[in-house]
Nanobody, 117 residues
Framework: QVHVVESGGGLVQAGGSLRLSCVAS????????MGWYRQAPGKQRELVAG???????NYADSVKGRFTISRDNAKNTVYLQMNSLKPEDTAVYYC???????????WGQGTQVTVSS
């Protein structure tokens, strides 16, 4: 069992920044495909950003140029730096860890991000 714990959410004004952190337990963190997802009220959960074991990244079009995903394998941690936040970024942000694109993986409990206008 892998435990995934997110932190760093909060309330911020539009244009502000937040950095989310996600720690995943286990000795094979470096092999995980890590992803940040978000779910706004009444909407489906969507992928925000992903990072492979090799460090390749991908982003949703809505956050390109504003968000940056990174990982520190020595700390079993993945980060999501969020800049120029907009009210439409308001959502619960979830971290996911998995060994392959073809499995569900492990989810954290989520962290709330609220951007006020």
């Amino acid at each position: 069992q892998v435990h995934v714990v997110e932190s760093g959410g909060g309330l911020v004004q539009a244009g502000g920044s937040l950095r989310l952190s996600c720690v995943a337990s286990g000795s094979i963190f470096s092999r995980y495909l890590m992803g940040w997802y978000r779910q706004a009220p009444g909407k489906q959960r969507e992928l925000v950003a992903g990072i492979t074991s090799g460090g390749s990244t991908n982003y949703a079009d809505s956050v390109k140029g504003r968000f940056t995903i990174s990982r520190d394998n020595a700390k079993n941690t993945v980060y999501l730096q969020m800049n120029s936040l907009k009210p439409e970024d308001t959502a619960v942000y979830y971290c996911n860890a998995k060994l392959s694109e073809y499995v569900v993986g492990y989810w954290g409990q989520g962290t709330q991000v609220t951007v006020s206008s």
